[in-house]
């Protein structure tokens, strides 16, 4: 049990256009779920916790307006990086909190490049 | 700020020896502790939690705790060339909802 998908795994797009990164708890439900990012050889860098139904608790210096968190169900997170820039190139990863649970589980995680 | 330190490595061990990696931490209120591995390209993979002081088993993996000292560590016994990745320390407060701090993570090779 606690499989969490992401879709897509690897995205593409141009520079100013926008990304939507779907986050699923597949076999739990998830009430909290967190996206984190990383760049090669670092370490997760939180950006946002997101909780089913409320809005997102972001991160200082992780603009809210640039990653959209949507958390609609106990078992599906979107982050919608608008306007994107190759700066924001970067591994996208979210993780759930299991109903219950302490412990968090990560999906596969999003590889996006911006040209 | 709460952080965890670990030592970076990289760590080298043959194959069939312990692997011991470690972690400490600077919150005293941290109630949970979880070690993850993840592997280049990947995502990290949860392998065991523990939230109470001393030894927790699971398999060839044992987590240790100890709160007055502020350590956390991990031995991997029979060490496997597969085990050989990143492994990532994080601490939380706990309770539900609670965000992780992770530490940089110690970068393990198992030498077949």
């Known amino acids: 049990g606690a499989v969490v998908s992401q879709h897509p795994s690897r995205v593409i797009c141009k520079s100013g256009t926008s990304v939507k990164i779907e986050c699923r708890s597949l076999?739990?439900?998830?009430?909290?779920m967190f996206w984190y990012r990383q760049f090669p050889k670092k370490s997760l860098m939180l950006m946002a916790t997101s909780n089913e139904g409320s809005k997102a608790t972001y991160e200082q210096g992780v603009e809210k307006d640039k990653f959209l968190i949507n958390h609609a169900s106990l078992t599906l997170s979107t982050l919608t990086v608008t306007s994107a820039h190759p700066e924001d190139s970067s591994f996208y990863i979210c993780s759930a909190e299991r109903r219950g649970g302490y412990e968090q589980y990560f999906g596969p995680g999003t590889r996006l490049t911006v040209t | 700020q709460k952080e965890v330190e670990q030592n970076s490595g990289p760590l080298s061990v043959p194959e069939g020896a312990i692997a011991s990696l470690n972690c400490t931490y600077s919150?005293?209120?941290?109630?949970?502790f979880f070690w993850y591995r993840q592997y280049s390209g990947k995502s990290p993979e949860l392998i065991m939690f523990?939230?109470?002081?001393g030894d927790k088993e699971d398999g060839r993996f044992t987590a240790q705790l100890n709160k007055a000292s502020q350590y956390v560590s991990l031995l991997i016994r029979d060490s496997q060339p597969s085990d050989s990745a990143t492994y990532l320390c994080a601490g939380s407060v706990g309770g539900y909802g609670n965000q992780f701090y992770f530490g940089t993570g110690t970068s393990l090779t198992v030498i077949p």
């Open positions: 076999d739990f439900q998830a009430t909290t």
């Open positions: 919150d005293r209120g941290s109630q949970s």
């Open positions: 523990i939230y109470s002081n």
